[in-house]
């Protein structure tokens, strides 16, 4: 049984292998995601995992802009690969999964990088996505419904 941090973690290797290999998405998807799970997995977590993998791809190019924008004396072109595409996945939740806080995606994500790639990525993700937030809310852009969702407008 996958839960959301297995699942975003399958979704990881599928976009590094969207960036490396020349495959199709479609060609992507079936090797990694829907290998990755049982035939009595929740629907819901299967559905999660196409969703931020497409949508991830979709919107890469206007996030990696936003990470670039985020940047502070370093080069879009000298950041690990591992550490944009989780900056990637963390934007698209941000705009396109109003069910799941900010705080969950940005941790989420911060334990992605601990676990992937360098020893400092995890502070470095945290620094970009908070800049990343704080942009997109002024543009009116992250939209959270629901109880527990909808966080302090001053914060």
Not at 46 to 75: G, H, P, S
Not at 81 to 108: Q, S, W, Y
């Amino acid at each position: 049984m996958q839960n959301r941090r297995e699942t975003r973690e399958v979704v990881l290797k599928a976009l590094y292998a969207a960036e490396l290999s020349g495959e199709t998405a479609e060609e992507i998807s079936t090797k990694i995601i829907k290998t990755s799970f049982e035939a009595d997995d929740d629907k819901t977590i299967k559905d999660f995992a196409d969703k931020l993998f497409y949508r991830a791809l979709n919107i890469k190019d206007e996030a990696t802009i936003m990470v670039a924008d985020n940047l502070k004396n370093w080069e879009l072109d000298r950041l690990a690969a591992l550490d944009r595409i989780i900056l990637v996945m963390g934007i698209t939740e941000f705009l396109h999964f109003d069910d799941i806080p900010t705080k969950v995606t940005i941790n989420e994500c911060i334990e992605l990088a601990k676990k992937y790639s360098t020893f400092k990525s995890g502070k470095f993700v945290n620094g970009i996505l908070e800049s990343a937030l704080k942009s997109l809310k002024e543009q009116d852009r992250v939209n959270k419904t629901g109880r527990g969702l909808i966080q302090n407008r001053l914060s």
